[in-house]
């Protein structure tokens, strides 16, 4: 079971749009998740910086045809965090759907 850990640098929601989508797939080429989440090349690619220098993602470049492809994928560690910050919002929102209990009486 994965242990509840609320992650800073995924919970922002561009970067956990893009944690998730790349969670579902093994790679994803940069075109794909640049449509699927409706960014900009700039943007993508700022927030593909940020989960690779944090040892989330991976990166890699490959030539297709004449032209130089970037895919990215989470790594192990990436997955860790996204699943311990699912975990973690999760049980956020089962405190906050539980009946309160009031104190008993004096």
Not at 51 to 60: N, P, R
Not at 86 to 105: C, F, G, K, N, T
Request: proline share 5%; glycine share 4%.
């Amino acid at each position: 079971m994965t242990k509840a850990q609320f992650d800073e640098l995924i919970h922002p929601s561009t970067r956990l749009s893009l944690v998730a989508t790349l969670a579902a797939a093994d790679w994803a080429e940069f075109a794909f998740l640049k449509d699927r989440l409706q960014l900009s090349d700039s943007a993508l690619s700022k927030q593909l910086t940020t989960l690779e220098e944090a040892g989330y993602v991976a990166t890699e470049r490959r030539l297709s045809g004449s032209r130089r492809k970037l895919r990215a994928r989470l790594t192990s560690a990436g997955r860790d965090a996204f699943n311990g910050h699912i975990e973690a919002l999760r049980a956020i929102v089962a405190d906050a759907a539980a009946p309160a209990q009031e104190p008993p009486p004096m």
